[in-house]
């Protein structure tokens, strides 16, 4: 069935470094993309969301960057800090729905 | 608090036990949603209420598993005859409309079925 789907399961920065987590949908009828971190032991937390008729999105220390042509998400962070580190998950709500679609999510390590 | 409220934060019940998780959504929230997620997997949806109405319920696993939201507020998720696939965290969310709005999440209530 059509999912949301994340490249790399797990990606190690150092800090201060740039990250880039990416996330491919196959989904061509979604119109609202989120991001979300989700901590160890805690709930998701909104990170930075883009509707499909906007192709960039920025926020603060965090952009992101969609391509409709190839289904793909993005999510860019500057000057990672160790406070960064967590589960990041794309999520897409399908055209009319009111529910977020979860992918698998890409586990960020961030070496101080 | 200003956040979306669940109770119990860890649970855990024998197989075959009945089982109800508390949601206090952030006030004034029109939309509810339950999700559940398993250790190392991305929120799975259950269902959803706007107000009172459930409007969706595709995501429930089986006829075991029950949600309410009586008065548009508070919602239960109820599990019956527990089972040990059961064992995830059952996270709640809340939106203040519906689509499009910021869906803030609950910390999760850890149910692990012995």
């Known amino acids: 069935g059509e999912s949301v789907g994340l490249h790399l399961p797990t990606l190690s920065v150092q800090e201060g470094d740039n990250s880039i987590i990416n996330c491919a949908y196959s989904?061509?009828?979604?119109?609202?993309f989120i991001w979300y971190k989700q901590e160890s032991g805690k709930g998701p937390q909104f990170i930075i969301d883009i509707r499909s008729n906007m192709d960039k999105r920025q926020g603060q220390r965090v952009t992101v960057l969609l391509n409709k042509t190839v289904k793909h998400l993005s999510l860019q962070i500057a000057a990672t800090q160790p406070g960064d580190s967590a589960v990041y998950f794309c999520?897409?709500?399908?055209?009319?729905?009111?529910?977020?679609?979860f992918g698998r999510g890409t586990s960020l390590i961030v070496h101080p | 608090g200003a956040g979306v409220s669940q109770s119990p934060r860890y649970k855990v019940a024998k197989r075959g036990q009945d089982v109800a998780l508390r949601c206090d959504p952030i006030?004034?929230?029109?939309?509810l949603f339950w999700y559940q997620q398993a250790l190392g997997q991305g929120p799975e949806f259950l269902t959803y209420?706007?107000?009172?109405?459930?409007?969706?319920k595709s995501g429930l696993p089986s006829d075991r598993f029950f949600a309410e939201r009586p008065e548009g507020s508070v919602s239960t998720l109820k599990i019956q005859r527990t089972q040990q696939e059961d064992s995830a965290v059952y996270l709640c969310?809340?939106?203040?409309?519906?689509?499009?709005?910021?869906?803030?999440f609950g910390e999760g209530s850890w149910l692990t079925v012995v």
């Open positions: 209420f706007q107000n009172e109405a459930q409007l969706d």
């Open positions: 969310a809340s939106s203040l409309e519906s689509s499009g709005n910021t869906i803030y």
């Open positions: 999520a897409e709500n399908k055209g009319g729905s009111y529910i977020p679609t």
């Open positions: 006030s004034g929230h029109v939309s």
């Open positions: 989904n061509s009828a979604s119109d609202y």
